[in-house]
C-alpha cells in the first residue's frame, strides 16, 4: 500500500485547518509533539521566518541577539524552543506588549529540563501534533468523526478494500512521515534509531539521567506490552523486572513513566468522567499507549507473520484478547484523536471498577455531546458485540448523540436492530 509521505511537497495534514484559524486569531501557537511527527515542517508553511534552535550556530546568534525572535518577519517559528527555555518567557513578554494574531509559532519535542518562569497561560495556546493518521496516509475515509458528533445519526455507507494483512501493514509500518513508505529494513533501522535516541538522547535532555539503560528498555518493553490495557505501573514494574529477586524502588520507575510523556512518547487516554450524567464505580486509570503503535512493534521486535499468527513478545502483561487487537485499538486511537481534536472534542476511555463494562473511547463535544467506540478485531457484528454501547445509551439517554463498532470489515452501515453504527477503521475520518 502506498503512502502519499513518499513524494517531496508537503503532504496535508489535519491539524493544518486548525492552526491556521489558531494563527489568524492568536498572538503565539506551541505545537507540541514527539519527535518526527512533522511539526516543523506543518509549522513551516505559514511561517515567515525560522529559528532552529536545535542548531548550534543558530542557538548561539540568538542567544546573543534574542531581539531576533521579537523582530523578525512574522509569523516567526521558533523550532525546539525547549533547547533555549528562555526563549518561551521571551515570547510570553512580546505578547503582553503586542497580542496581535500570527506573531508566533514554537514548536517542541519535549518539555524543556528547566522551564519557563511562566506557563505562557492566556498568551501561547497549545495545540498538539500527532503521528500521520490512516486518511493522512492516503486512505480515503467515508464516515466523518465531526458529522457523527453533529447527532442525528447520518446515514453511514462506504466499502473498503483494506483488510487484516492491510492493518497490520499500517500499524507497523508507522505514522512518522520519515519512516512511511520504506522498505521493511528500513523501517526496521529508523524505528531502532527512533528508540535508540530516546534511551541515550532524549531522556537525558528532558533532565533524566540513566543510570540503566538496560533496565530501561526492560520498563519499555513492558510498557509496550501493556498496550491499551489499564496495568498498573506496579505490574508494568514487576514484569520489566520478572525472574529478579529485587525490584526498582518506584521512585526510579516513576520518573520513566513521566519523562516518556514529557517527550510526548507516551500518549495514553485517560479514563472517561461524564459531565452531565451519575455513572458511578468508573475508573480513572488511564489505557496505555505509545504514540505511534509501530513504536510498540518495534520494542517488542513482532513482525507482521507473528502478529498475524496471534503471537506476541516481551514481558507477560494481563489482557483480554490477542496483542494484535490491542495494536488495532492503539492505531485507532491515534487516528481517533487527531478528528476528535479537529471537532473541538475530548477522548476518553470507559471502565468500570469491576470490569463489567468497557467501552475503547468515548468520544465527547465540548456541549456534552458523546459518541462511543468500540474497536474489534473482526469482519462481522453481532448483539453480544454491542451489548456496552447499549448499556451506555440508557445511562446517557439524549447525550448519547451516536455509537459504533469499529471492525476489520469492508462495508460500513448502520444495523437495523438499533441504529448502532459499524464502519471499518480505514473509512473512519475527519
Known sequence: MSSTFTGHGYVPRTVDSQLAEFVAALPAVAIQGPKGVGKTRTASQLAASTFELDDPAVLQVVEADPTRLTTSPAPVLIDEWQRWPVSWDIVRRAVDKNSSPGRFLLAGSASPQTPPTHSGAGRIVDLRMRPATLAERGIVPSVSVAALLAGGRPAISGATTVGLEEYVEQIIGSGLPAVLGR???????????????????????????????????????????????TATFETIRDAATEGQSTKPARTTTTPYRDTLERIWVSDPVPGWSPTRSHINRLTNAPK?????????????????DRLLAGKSAGPAIPRDGTFLGALLESLVALNIRVYAQAADAKVGHLRTKSGDREIDFIVQ?????????????ATTVNDHDVRHLKWLADQLGPDLVDAAILTTGRDAYRRASDNIAVIPVALLGP
Open 365 to 377: 463535544a465540548r456541549s456534552g455531546e458523546v459518541v462511543a467506540l468500540e474497536v474489534k478485531l
Open 183 to 229: 522498505t521493511d529494513a528500513a523501517r526496521r533501522a529508523l524505528l531502532d534509531a527512533y528508540l535508540d535516541r530516546i534511551v541515550d538522547r532524549d531522556f537525558p535532555e528532558a533532565g533524566l539521567q540513566v543510570r540503566n539503560p538496560a533496565g530501561l528498555r526492560r520498563w519499555l518493553a513492558a510498557y509496550a506490552a501493556a498496550t491499551a490495557t
Open 288 to 304: 496505555h499507549h505509545l504514540a505511534d503503535p509501530a513504536l510498540a512493534v518495534a520494542i517488542l521486535g513482532l513482525d507482521a
